[in-house]
């Protein structure tokens, strides 16, 4: 393969398995039921080859993966930064000794009440997200919540960054995309009325949604969405593409490993939307850039982000206060925003 050029290092979100202990109805991962594991040793192929700064494991439930284990302790012991996002499932069957292995660990919670989270992700799912918490706080283990700004949980955002404050960890919120279905999608008065919510509750850490970063006056380290710029989704099938939510990709982990240059070149490429003739002379093209791209691509890629705000002539109203970044592996991965008490 051909080294890639300068001093860049790389985090990928890897989908080590299909498999999940639960069948939440908006995840993104489970049309069809594939049953996919990804090959262990393309795995170690990858970290071999490429200049990898840090990996986070999600989208089925990684304990599910038959050489998990082995994996993990492969990759700790290579000194490669590691995330991992689950339903509490895997925290409850690592050992202290493996957990340490992590950096930071994302529970996913969509609802800041047992009453109203486990009829969505299952009986026993709240409480196994605070047992896992619990289990990381003794631990000194970095935690957060992870939760996906839906229209079904919009109006208890701003509750859900309470809970986060009151165990004293991070909320991680990720808005939902159309992969599958529109019918969880946000409204765009739910949206930033969410948004507000839990900035009037919370300190902002990081933020690399682009339409947002244009409405609190952040300029990210790189102006639009961050996705197929340092990081890279890895599905379970082994395709290879520029953010999580989208399933289609010409580039397998093989071709990624055997000549990166190009292969990212294709990856960026399928990324690459025209800016919006609006976008062109706006005051906040520098932060936002057309905003997310996987919300654009999946809905329409002629128009700017569905939420901006500068189209409507309707300037949301968000108290942004900011504290230091924790070096989350999740702050420049995706088009996310991290709360902290």
Not at 112 to 118: G, L, S, Y
């Amino acid at each position: 393969m051909r080294n890639d050029n300068g001093s860049s290092r790389f985090t990928f979100g890897i989908g080590l398995t299909d498999k999940c202990n639960t069948n939440c109805p908006h995840c993104y991962s489970r049309a069809g039921n594939q049953q996919n594991d990804l090959d262990y040793d393309q795995i170690i192929g990858l970290v071999n080859a490429l200049p990898v700064h840090s990996l986070n494991f999600g989208t089925g439930e990684s304990i599910l993966y038959p050489r998990f284990f082995e994996l993990i302790r492969e990759l700790s012991d290579r000194k490669i930064k590691m995330a991992l996002t689950t339903n509490g499932f895997t925290v409850q069957e690592l050992s202290e000794s493996d957990l340490y292995r992590f950096h930071d660990i994302d529970f996913s919670l969509d609802f800041p009440e047992k009453a109203t989270n486990d009829p969505w992700r299952g009986t026993g799912s709240f409480e196994c997200v605070m047992d896992g918490i619990a289990r990381c706080r003794q631990l000194g283990i970095e935690a957060s919540l992870v939760s996906c700004l839906m229209q079904h949980n919009s109006a208890v955002m701003g509750k859900l960054a309470e809970l986060a404050c009151k165990l004293g960890i991070n909320l991680r919120v990720n808005i939902y995309k159309p992969v599958n279905s529109n019918q969880y999608k946000p409204t765009y008065n739910q949206f930033w009325a969410a948004i507000a919510d839990m900035a009037s509750t919370a300190h902002i850490t990081a933020c690399s949604e682009p339409i947002i970063n244009a409405a609190i006056g952040h300029l990210a380290n790189q102006p639009g969405a961050p996705c197929g710029q340092n990081s890279f989704r890895i599905h379970s099938d082994g395709k290879v593409m520029g953010c999580v939510y989208l399933k289609q990709s010409s580039v397998t982990i093989d071709q990624l490993i055997d000549d990166f240059l190009t292969s990212r070149e294709t990856i960026v490429e399928s990324l690459n939307l025209a800016l919006p003739a609006v976008c062109k002379d706006c005051d906040y093209l520098k932060a936002c850039a057309g905003g997310c791209t996987a919300r654009r691509l999946l809905g329409k890629p002629d128009e700017p982000d569905e939420y901006c705000f500068v189209v409507r002539g309707d300037q949301p109203k968000i108290s942004a206060k900011w504290d230091k970044s924790h070096n989350l592996v999740h702050e420049n991965y995706l088009c996310t925003m991290i709360f902290s008490a």
